[in-house]
């Protein structure tokens, strides 16, 4: 067989082609193709994020308000549950059906048979406790923790928001976040969302194929700590508002109260509220459709969103707007024959005595006298627009018509109009100070938000000046004012001295005038009421005060939906706010209990008593 | 004359010393794909290494006993170790250990042993000794059915044992018949028999659509082209002799092939061979299912890059990614640790073992040598070339070890015997008269 011989050539070069294409082969796929190192780094590399606490947030005396509590998210490995896992035992012990274990578990295997993804979300200590002595039995489950927000005081849910994960459309935004990221989505915790979030951390740990932690790569190089967030101290009094919240329950407005001195909030309501509790965890996103579906519109933080007129609280502007114009004097008389006529029109008034001055007018709030302070403001000027203008300028001065700079996301600006919507509306040339005329008593086009009104009341009080309001007080023990440059002090152009007219006034208010139902024994107090037209229903009751009348503590003012006049609701909820905050007592149960029970939230009954406009 | 010094003098090392290197660098290997830091020691008998180095130092007395025997011994009792293999193998059949679906193993005490992997060698004796008797001549119908004889039976006990992978190893012997004279065309209608089936799978799910709303399916139009090739095959040879009966039997056999393939697919092949076979070919994805392992497989080797992640660091055969890694997939090991560099080491360490047994054939005077060394030589190829092909997804995932490398006491004893066997013939070669 010698003849076949040369078939050895023909065998070797078998071999030999074999052994070409796989070097060929493995050149390419270990050299040139560089995809299989990425695939390898996505087998054996998992980065364990580290969730840092976020920063707590207190009261201005100390007390908490919001803190993180340990919640967890029961993880699975879809592979390793094979046909011995016992399915029934694991629905009994997290007390979910046969279909829900189903349907969580193919989400999860559809995400990955290998990689662990959350099988069950946010599950409270509580659940917890109980799952974890039994979860060695279930091969394949493991939890990994979280925190979730907790607000003890259950109280304050607008102002300090709440915390949700991480959309796509964020995580896009900014490349801080990573799914599964909680941000602040509104209030406090979306303001100062980078103060309070800290600093993620991360571990990057090698696994094994079923995800089993096999050490840390390259000895922890890639590791960073998570750092807490900064603990907040707001200026909110904790008390207060809660006690705020409980005088307007079932009822629809808004109290904003304002430590004029600093511009810092004490209270921030809006009614109806909720309890901050239920946006937190498994049962957020139901809740937030309950919510969400109120008529009542409870997630409506009507303090720094809903825009009012001022309704006669306003006059006091106009009336130092008049003095510093000098077109007006405390002296001045006007006569009021229940109204006001003009071009053949009547602007109508209430029966109380005539002639009328300064002092009384604010405290009998004739609208009658302001039609005439308004028209002597505006006509002073050659031009209707040029009088406007500076009437205009004085009024934002205010903080009214613009944002206040409050530190909380989406307040409202509120509206002035400008002379340009005067020319459209009635076009130029064609409106006098008779058309606007309902500006004189705060109604017409304006509409200010309860934050600027407490904001305008803090500038009464401090006779020519308000602080650039705020709500964060402390940064980690720092004072706010040491690093946020917003926070000034606006001038408003107008003298003090024409402040201590109208302050007096306002002091004749509440001492016998429309808002005696604020008064309160050897405090002085000062206010005024007002009744703000609604074409929609009832009138809304709203009152601003401030108090002691020197050096004042406190300023506010309280916004009663459907509440009629000022001196029925909104006049006994701002006395009772201010007597607890200076106070600490409720020397008059009697209102106390008759505004704890009001209940306007359905019908209104009708009023019947003389109490004042 | 037979003297241990001229025994010595007449090995040949240079095998000796690759089987060597191949032995050490597969212990080397199965230490790195079963490492675990708690048992550090490569020579923790409770471990896969430590296991495996009591093959190794019993494989290396059986292979000194082996040089130390008669080289006659084999020639003349080689059907008498086939036919002990045989009746080994169905014996098995009758009372043996099942192990992932495959009936091969005898469980004698703690160890296991599996027969098929010592009839690779009985079978090569035997075929050996029957081609080389006198006067027997390949051309001749009698050879070829006896030939085929040896080697199917065996193959087809191991078949029913549901061994597949081992059985197919039996084809690689057409490479030897072939070399003692098997026509040529036997070769050629194998590699084009395995070119229409890979095609035909391909091809068979696909429908073709004419105009007048004729549908036509790949099996078809396979056959459609094939006569229109054949066509012209015949236009352009029509003046020779017998062409035209010539193109109408490749017509009809490769038809029936084709016709039939379809049917060998779904019908005797097991569902998950058929899905194997089709990932390989990427008709059919599916990296979690059946294509996992290749494509870990590829992930690890891939990964490894031109100088490897070192000895010991790699992370997709530690942490086991790899399925099978210290058995079927331990070139996986080989290529992320290694890098490009140690897996051409090996392809080039087996290329030099393969080439080296060729030459060492052509000096032998005797047949019957020539033939087992030839018959090693390609049962040698084919564990390196499906082991290996599979584990870079160039060949479908048929579970044969790698030789010398993969885990294992039975394959590394019965290929240690098969080369041995082979080293002795040729250390005595100049005695054959």
Known sequence: MRQYESRRIIISAIFLIVGIIFLVRLFFVQVIDSQYKLDATNNVLRTIVKYPARGLIYDRNGTLLVYNEAAYDLMVVPKV?????DTTGFCVLLEMTKDGFDERFNRAKNYSRYKASIFEK??????YAKIQEQLFNYPGFFVQTRTLRTYPKQTAAHMVGYVGEANPKIIEKDSYYKSGDYIGISGIEKHYEKVLRGKRGQEVQMVDVFNRPKGKFQDGAFDTTAVSGSNLKLTIDADLQSYGEKLMQNKKGSIVAIDPSTGEILTLISMPTYDPNLLVGRQRSKNYGKL??????????RALMAAYPPGSTFKSINALIGLQEEVLTPSILYSCYRGYSFGGRKMGCHQHRSPVNLEFSIQISCNAYYCNVFRSIIDHYPTVEKGYNVWRTYVTNFGLGKKTGIDLPNELSGFVPKTDYYDRYYLKGKWHSTTILSLAIGQG???????????????????GYYITPHIAKEINGQSITSFDSTIIRNETGIEAKYFNEVVEAMYKVVE????????IDSLQVCGKTGTVQNPHGDDHSTFIAFAPKDNPKIALSVYVENGYWGSRWAAPIAGLLIEQYLRDTITRPHIEKRMLEGNLIGTVPKITSNEGK | MRGSKSLIDNIDWITVGLYLLLVLAGWLNIYAAVYNEEFESIFDTTQRYGKQLLWIGTAGIIATVILLIDERFFSTFGYFIYGFILSALVAVLLVGAATKGATSWFAIGGFKVQPSEFSKF???????KYLST???????LKTKLTAVAIIGVPAILILLQNDTGSALVYGAFILVLFREGLSGNFLLIGLVSAFLFVITLIFQNDLYHFPFEIEITGGWMLIFVLAVLLSLVYYFNRKKKQVLLFVTVIFIASSGLVKSVDYVFNNILEPHQSKRINVMLGIESDPFGAGYNVNQSLIAIGSGGFFGKGYLKGTQTKYDFVPEQSTDF??????????FIGSFVVITLFMALLLRILFLCSRQRSAFARIYGYGAAVIFFFHFTINIGMTIGLAPVIGIPLPFFSYGGSSLWAFTILLFVFIKMDADRLEVL
């Open chain 1, 81 to 85: 549950i094979d046909e011995d896992f």
């Open chain 1, 445 to 463: 086009e304006l509409g200010f938000t309860p934050m600027q009104m407490a904001n305008m009341v803090t500038a009464i009080a401090n006779r």
């Open chain 1, 512 to 519: 016998k005038g429309t808002g005696t139902s604020a008064k």
């Open chain 2, 122 to 128: 009985a079978t090569n004796l035997a075929l050996a």
């Open chain 1, 122 to 127: 946010e599950i409270s200590a509580r659940s």
């Open chain 1, 292 to 301: 969400s579906q109120d008529t009542l519109k409870p997630l409506f933080n």
């Open chain 2, 330 to 339: 331990i070139f996986c090991t080989i290529g992320e640790e290694w890098g």
């Open chain 2, 134 to 140: 006198l006067n027997i001549r390949m051309t001749d």
